[in-house]
């Protein structure tokens, strides 16, 4: 039978059943060479001691593996022959595994028709080379002792006094004692299938034996896809504390993970007991752990505030609402005060009054001239004033859109100073400051924003300009007939103090007379212009000055632009529209979670620093910032619901996975999984897709589950998060709905890895490193600027930038080597690497043992005895890795203070750039160039030198990494190494 008939055929999915089908036997391709694929059919012997295949060209007892002479068995394609991408490139990933053999370690190439039987392969294979050699199917099973008491025990006590019987009610009360995730309807249906028989043979009240209702258990909460994973991390079928550990280290990435921490998550997870008192882990705990919120995808540091929160306003995007009082259409949706409050409790921190005179002398909110209805502005104030702090403590900006009467103006000011009283921000601006004060220091208070009269205006009212967003008949009035003076009181003026709000003109008038505390307004399509046509100079502008895009005026829908576009330039206050659900609200929603949902995540360095240069548009590198990959695998989701808007056809759904990439252009991408037929409930996908990501801090990642045979809507949930947030490892996360609600229990579950471009991605034949490319090479290089004195000086960089560059580069070259000489993916991390190697060892026929020492913080691994070939060349990868990391973090430092040197001489012609520029002849674009190289020169040398920094760092982290793993493996030796040299010039050869 095939991989799919087997995952239906499994009431209990054991190493037994994996053995059983691997004993009946299937097809699978045997890879040579690029010419030399073969078709053949490949079966375990019936007493477990051979894998056999056949047709062959060979004689009968040739086309045999013994499995005592099995090494290991590796997922993926991580060996010499699948690395020749021309060859191998139509292979899936998940479909390919590698048997490695006998004493020369020769490998047996295979891919699967599907990763299902990919993993039933892979999984017989580790079970019976894991210590359970010559063990019969039914001495395996027995292995599950501990599964079966645990569920014997649970299933007496609910029976009682019974003699070994219960009903469906009972049934379906025990199931969900066990496990509350298994919906009722589905227990029903099983029980109705398991008792159909006895029905028609009379029994007007059906019951289970305790042996069926195993079965049934068995087969409603076992996944698949868990079991294989606890099977290749454990030597049988429960995970024991050492075996939970490597695992939390090697695929969680979870650092200084000990014993008790481990005996600590068997006590929470593990249902049965038994497995408390033993500290073993079983399918059923294992499965709870994973899905729990410990295995979460989002990265717990970021549900609390976990950034900087002391550098000026403008560093930060803001969570920001347009038109905050409106809960539909900007026609005639109706206007609610708690709309404000859902805004404010969602972590808003800028929120909207459209300001008109009401009567009874009381100012009124709606969105003017439409049909919308009308709100107390006094009510709207008072309830700000009660839930501005409940979500969070940073200021929160209030956006006055004044169209009142100077009667009803006073008595805005009234309600707006005794309701908020002393959370008002009222203190004047810093005259010899630069920037606007920080979220840490504006804590608590309230910052109004709107009109203001002139510092020197002397009288109790004056004219303003009014040149703000208003309604859609006074948008075309401005257009036609200019802007219109308003008359604007003093108190009502010098309650903005902070954010004054002025026309925008250009960038350049912007940079000349705009002060920090003033604040400009654009349309989303004005936004958009300069996005495109002036990015570098939009990102410039907004290091200083706080700049607002609303949407369009004819979104009278309330539908929402997109944010990322105008993040990409730096803006800060991105108002969108709350009330309205959809993709904008999700990017929203999950841009602003990774700093405690408090409504404030700061920029990126490059849109923050003083001289650097960035432009949002270039599909360029980033100087300074070091690309990563995402390498994402989509295994299985979980009770999925059927799309709201759906039509009648029944409860059945096609689901498929999309993913999406949100940043800037040069990171957007899309993929998505293929489409699981008729199946909602547990779809198995097993994908696995890379994407690129050149400046991670700006990126999001969307996960949107979609019916692909739909009537209506196709939309089934979906979840959005952070680049920045993401862990690695086994996750799992709760889908969303298109309003942000929890859908649970449906969820997916997938594995996260993130790896350096320049070390990462699909290995070649020569290894992923070897080839330097000349592009990448170009953004470690400094621009002529123009003027011969500041070119001399930035030339003086040229060296250490070099050999900061080539330190790097060797350092992830040998790490590639390394993990590949290891028959790992660049996705593995270093403790996997030692752990399998001392697996391997341990496995050597030869009298091979592993020691690992530490000297002067550097790690060595010593095999005494008579290594394999391919182990001493994985141990000369290591010796190599370990000199270019040494090398590296010898040189790092005296490296960043040369760059730092040129850095501090270069910043001296900052002041007199201009004129220095025009004194030597430049002008027009070419001194627009000149500008932006010298500012591109200042980000090179600051982003190469962080970059050293963190590589040495890394560095240091690999040997603690390396120290750690071999503690936990009983590898290491007291006694100081002796270098080898001749080790390492073997690997470098």
Same mark, same amino acid.
């Given at each position: 039978?095939?991989?799919?008939?087997?995952?239906?055929?499994?009431?209990?999915?054991?190493?037994?059943?994996?053995?059983?089908?691997?004993?009946?036997?299937?097809?699978?391709?045997?890879?040579?060479?690029?010419?030399?694929?073969?078709?053949?059919?490949?079966?375990?012997?019936?007493?477990?001691?051979?894998? *056999? %295949?056949?047709?062959?060209?060979?004689?009968?007892?040739?086309?045999?593996?013994?499995?005592?002479?099995?090494?290991?068995?590796?997922?993926?394609?991580?060996?010499?022959?699948?690395?020749?991408?021309?060859?191998?490139?139509?292979?899936?990933?998940?479909? /390919?595994?590698?048997?490695?053999?006998?004493?020369?370690?020769?490998?047996?190439?295979?891919?699967?028709?599907?990763?299902?039987?990919?993993?039933? %392969?892979?999984?017989? =294979?580790?079970?019976?080379?894991?210590?359970?050699?010559?063990?019969?199917?039914?001495?395996?099973?027995?292995?599950?002792?501990?599964?079966?008491?645990?569920?014997?025990?649970?299933?007496?006590?609910?029976?009682?006094?019974?003699?070994?019987?219960?009903?469906?009610?009972?049934?379906?009360?025990?199931?969900?004692?066990?496990?509350?995730?298994?919906?009722?309807?589905?227990?029903?249906?099983? #029980?109705?299938?398991?008792?159909?028989?006895?029905?028609?043979?009379?029994?007007?009240?059906?019951?289970?034996?305790?042996?069926?209702?195993?079965?049934?258990?068995?087969?409603?909460?076992?996944?698949?896809?868990?079991?294989?994973?606890?099977?290749?991390?454990?030597?049988?079928?429960?995970?024991?504390?050492?075996?939970?550990?490597?695992?939390?280290?090697?695929?969680?990435?979870?650092?200084?993970?000990?014993?008790?921490?481990?005996?600590?998550?068997?006590?929470?997870?593990?249902?049965?007991?038994?497995?408390?008192?033993?500290?073993?882990?079983?399918?059923?705990?294992?499965?709870?752990?994973?899905?729990?919120?410990?295995?979460?995808?989002?990265?717990?540091?970021?549900?609390?505030?976990?950034?900087?929160?002391?550098?000026?306003?403008?560093?930060?995007?803001?969570?920001?609402?347009?038109?905050?009082?409106?809960?539909?259409?900007?026609?005639?949706?109706?206007?609610?005060?708690?709309?404000?409050?859902?805004?404010?409790?969602? !972590?808003?921190?800028?929120?909207?009054?459209?300001?008109?005179?009401?009567?009874?002398?009381?100012?009124?909110?709606?969105?003017?001239?439409?049909?919308?209805?009308?709100?107390? #502005?006094?009510?709207?104030?008072?309830?700000?004033?009660?839930?501005?702090?409940?979500?969070?403590?940073?200021? =929160? =900006?209030?956006?006055?859109?004044?169209?009142?009467? $100077?009667?009803?103006? /006073?008595?805005?000011?009234?309600?707006?100073?005794?309701?908020?009283?002393?959370?008002?921000?009222?203190?004047?601006?810093?005259?010899?400051?630069?920037?606007?004060?920080?979220?840490?220091?504006?804590?608590?208070?309230?910052?109004?924003?709107?009109?203001?009269?002139?510092?020197?205006? $002397?009288?109790?009212?004056?004219?303003?300009?009014?040149?703000?967003?208003?309604?859609?008949?006074?948008?075309?009035?401005?257009?036609?007939?200019?802007?219109?003076?308003?008359? @604007?009181?003093?108190?009502?003026?010098?309650?903005?103090?902070?954010?004054?709000?002025?026309?925008?003109?250009?960038?350049?008038?912007?940079?000349?007379?705009?002060?920090?505390?003033?604040?400009?307004?654009?349309?989303?399509?004005?936004?958009?212009?300069?996005?495109?046509?002036?990015?570098?100079?939009?990102?410039?502008?907004?290091?200083?000055?706080?700049?607002?895009?609303?949407?369009?005026?004819?979104?009278?829908?309330?539908?929402?632009?997109?944010?990322?576009?105008? %993040?990409?330039?730096?803006?800060?206050?991105?108002?969108?529209?709350?009330?309205?659900?959809?993709?904008?609200?999700?990017?929203?929603?999950?841009?602003?979670?990774?700093?405690?949902?408090?409504?404030?995540?700061?920029? +990126?360095?490059?849109?923050?620093?003083?001289?650097?240069?960035?432009?949002?548009?270039?599909?360029?590198?980033? +100087?300074?910032?070091?690309?990563? &990959?995402?390498?994402?695998?989509?295994?299985?989701?979980?009770?999925?619901?059927?799309?709201?808007?759906?039509?009648?056809?029944?409860?059945?759904?096609?689901?498929?996975?999309?993913?999406?990439?949100?940043?800037?252009?040069?990171?957007?991408?899309?993929?998505?999984?293929?489409?699981?037929?008729?199946?909602?409930?547990?779809?198995?996908?097993?994908?696995?897709?890379?994407?690129?990501?050149?400046?991670?801090?700006?990126?999001? $990642?969307?996960?949107?589950?979609?019916?692909?045979?739909?009537? !209506?809507?196709?939309?089934?949930?979906?979840?959005?998060?952070?680049?920045?947030?993401?862990?690695?490892?086994?996750?799992?996360?709760?889908?969303?709905?298109?309003?942000?609600?929890?859908?649970?229990?449906?969820?997916?579950?997938?594995?996260?890895?993130?790896?350096?471009?320049?070390?990462?991605?699909?290995?070649?034949?020569?290894?992923?490193?070897?080839?330097?490319?000349?592009?990448?090479?170009?953004?470690?290089?400094? *621009?002529?600027? !123009?003027?011969?004195?500041?070119?001399?000086?930035?030339?003086?960089?040229?060296?250490?930038?070099?050999?900061?560059?080539?330190?790097?580069?060797?350092?992830?070259?040998?790490?590639?080597?390394?993990?590949?000489?290891?028959?790992?993916?660049?996705?593995?991390?270093?403790?996997?690497?030692?752990? @399998?190697?001392?697996?391997?060892?341990?496995?050597?026929?030869?009298?091979?043992?592993?020691?690992?020492?530490?000297?002067?913080? @550097?790690?060595?691994?010593?095999?005494?005895?008579?290594?394999?070939?391919?182990?001493?060349?994985?141990?000369?990868?290591?010796?190599?890795?370990?000199?270019?990391?040494?090398?590296?973090?010898?040189?790092?430092?005296? @490296?960043?203070?040369? &760059?730092?040197?040129?850095?501090?001489?270069?910043?001296?012609?900052?002041?007199?750039?201009?004129?220095?520029?025009?004194?030597?002849?430049?002008?027009?674009?070419?001194?627009?160039?000149?500008?932006?190289?010298?500012?591109?020169?200042?980000?090179?040398?600051?982003?190469?030198?962080?970059?050293?920094? *963190?590589?040495?760092?890394?560095?240091?982290?690999?040997?603690?990494?390396?120290?750690?793993?071999?503690?936990?493996?009983?590898?290491?030796?007291? $006694?100081?190494?002796?270098?080898?040299?001749?080790?390492?010039?073997?690997?470098? /050869?």
């Amino acid at each position: 039978m095939d991989g799919t008939a087997f995952r239906k055929h499994m009431a209990k999915i054991y190493a037994s059943d994996c053995l059983a089908f691997m004993q009946a036997g299937c097809e699978l391709i045997k890879v040579r060479s690029p010419s030399r694929q073969y078709h053949r059919i490949f079966c375990l012997s019936e007493e477990l001691s051979e894998i *056999r %295949w056949h047709p062959t060209s060979k004689k009968p007892d040739k086309a045999r593996i013994v499995i005592e002479s099995v090494k290991e068995v590796r997922v993926g394609k991580n060996t010499e022959t699948f690395r020749q991408r021309e060859s191998t490139a139509e292979f899936p990933e998940e479909c /390919s595994f590698s048997v490695i053999f006998g004493d020369n370690y020769e490998t047996l190439d295979l891919v699967a028709n599907s990763p299902d039987e990919a993993n039933i %392969w892979v999984t017989g =294979l580790s079970y019976l080379i894991g210590g359970n050699k010559s063990k019969s199917p039914e001495a395996i099973e027995q292995k599950q002792d501990m599964r079966d008491r645990w569920l014997q025990e649970m299933f007496e006590k609910a029976a009682g006094d019974q003699v070994g019987q219960l009903d469906e009610f009972e049934v379906m009360q025990l199931m969900k004692k066990l496990n509350n995730s298994v919906t009722s309807m589905r227990v029903r249906q099983k #029980f109705k299938e398991m008792t159909l028989s006895k029905v028609r043979d009379g029994d007007s009240k059906p019951t289970l034996s305790s042996h069926e209702f195993l079965d049934l258990f068995k087969e409603m909460t076992t996944r698949p896809e868990i079991y294989f994973l606890l099977v290749r991390y454990s030597s049988s079928e429960v995970m024991a504390i050492d075996d939970l550990l490597i695992f939390l280290e090697a695929e969680q990435g979870m650092a200084g993970v000990s014993r008790e921490k481990c005996f600590t998550i068997i006590n929470k997870y593990e249902p049965s007991q038994e497995g408390r008192e033993k500290g073993h882990l079983g399918i059923d705990g294992f499965t709870n752990y994973l899905l729990s919120e410990d295995c979460d995808i989002f990265d717990y540091q970021h549900r609390s505030v976990c950034q900087d929160m002391t550098q000026p306003l403008s560093h930060y995007f803001i969570a920001s609402s347009h038109n905050t009082y409106l809960t539909e259409d900007q026609l005639k949706g109706p206007s609610s005060v708690a709309a404000y409050v859902k805004a404010l409790q969602k !972590g808003c921190r800028w929120v909207e009054l459209d300001c008109w005179d009401g009567a009874n002398g009381e100012p009124i909110i709606y969105h003017g001239h439409t049909l919308t209805s009308k709100i107390l #502005f006094k009510a709207v104030v008072e309830a700000i004033n009660q839930h501005a702090f409940e979500t969070s403590q940073y200021p =929160l =900006l209030v956006s006055i859109e004044n169209h009142c009467s $100077v009667e009803q103006q /006073s008595v805005m000011a009234h309600h707006l100073k005794t309701v908020f009283g002393d959370k008002l921000m009222i203190d004047s601006p810093g005259e010899s400051a630069t920037y606007l004060p920080s979220p840490e220091q504006l804590k608590g208070r309230v910052l109004i924003k709107g009109k203001k009269l002139p510092s020197d205006f $002397v009288g109790e009212e004056g004219e303003v300009t009014d040149e703000d967003e208003g309604a859609d008949s006074e948008r075309r009035r401005i257009k036609k007939e200019g802007f219109k003076k308003r008359v @604007l009181i003093k108190e009502l003026s010098d309650l903005v103090t902070l954010c004054k709000s002025v026309r925008f003109e250009d960038f350049h008038e912007a940079a000349q007379k705009q002060k920090y505390w003033e604040i400009c307004s654009l349309s989303e399509v004005n936004a958009i212009k300069f996005a495109s046509l002036c990015a570098e100079d939009f990102v410039s502008h907004n290091k200083h000055l706080l700049t607002r895009i609303y949407p369009n005026p004819n979104r009278v829908d309330s539908s929402n632009y997109n944010p990322q576009d105008v %993040w990409n330039c730096g803006c800060q206050i991105v108002a969108l529209n709350y009330q309205t659900p959809g993709l904008m609200t999700d990017l929203y929603d999950g841009k602003f979670r990774q700093n405690g949902q408090c409504g404030y995540v700061l920029k +990126p360095g490059v849109m923050r620093e003083e001289i650097s240069y960035f432009s949002a548009n270039s599909r360029d590198i980033i +100087p300074g910032i070091s690309p990563q &990959i995402l390498h994402i695998k989509i295994i299985s989701g979980q009770k999925f619901p059927k799309p709201k808007g759906s039509g009648s056809k029944g409860d059945v759904i096609d689901p498929y996975v999309s993913m999406e990439i949100f940043g800037i252009p040069a990171d957007c991408a899309e993929e998505r999984t293929k489409t699981i037929p008729h199946n909602g409930y547990n779809p198995i996908y097993d994908e696995s897709f890379d994407f690129t990501v050149n400046l991670p801090e700006l990126a999001l $990642v969307r996960f949107v589950v979609l019916d692909d045979d739909f009537i !209506g809507d196709e939309f089934i949930g979906q979840f959005t998060i952070p680049f920045e947030c993401l862990q690695p490892g086994y996750r799992h996360f709760t889908l969303l709905s298109n309003t942000g609600e929890s859908l649970e229990p449906a969820s997916l579950f997938v594995h996260v890895a993130v790896t350096n471009k320049r070390g990462g991605g699909k290995p070649t034949k020569r290894g992923m490193s070897v080839k330097k490319s000349k592009r990448s090479r170009d953004y470690t290089h400094v *621009r002529p600027v !123009g003027v011969k004195t500041i070119d001399e000086v930035f030339k003086a960089s040229l060296a250490p930038l070099k050999e900061g560059s080539e330190l790097r580069e060797n350092v992830q070259n040998a790490m590639t080597r390394f993990k590949e000489a290891c028959g790992l993916a660049s996705i593995a991390n270093l403790k996997q690497c030692i752990r @399998l190697l001392a697996t391997r060892l341990a496995g050597s026929s030869d009298t091979v043992t592993l020691r690992l020492s530490m000297k002067d913080d @550097l790690a060595f691994l010593d095999a005494e005895g008579s290594a394999p070939d391919m182990l001493k060349k994985a141990l000369s990868a290591f010796d190599l890795m370990v000199s270019e990391s040494k090398t590296l973090m010898e040189q790092a430092d005296s @490296l960043v203070v040369r &760059i730092d040197e040129v850095q501090k001489a270069g910043l001296e012609y900052h002041d007199n750039l201009s004129y220095l520029l025009t004194k030597d002849g430049l002008k027009g674009k070419r001194l627009s160039k000149a500008s932006e190289n010298f500012a591109w020169n200042i980000r090179v040398l600051k982003g190469q030198a962080d970059l050293l920094s *963190r590589s040495k760092k890394e560095c240091q982290d690999w040997m603690r990494q390396i120290q750690e793993a071999g503690t936990a493996l009983g590898l290491m030796s007291s $006694v100081e190494p002796e270098p080898e040299p001749d080790r390492i010039s073997e690997a470098e /050869s």
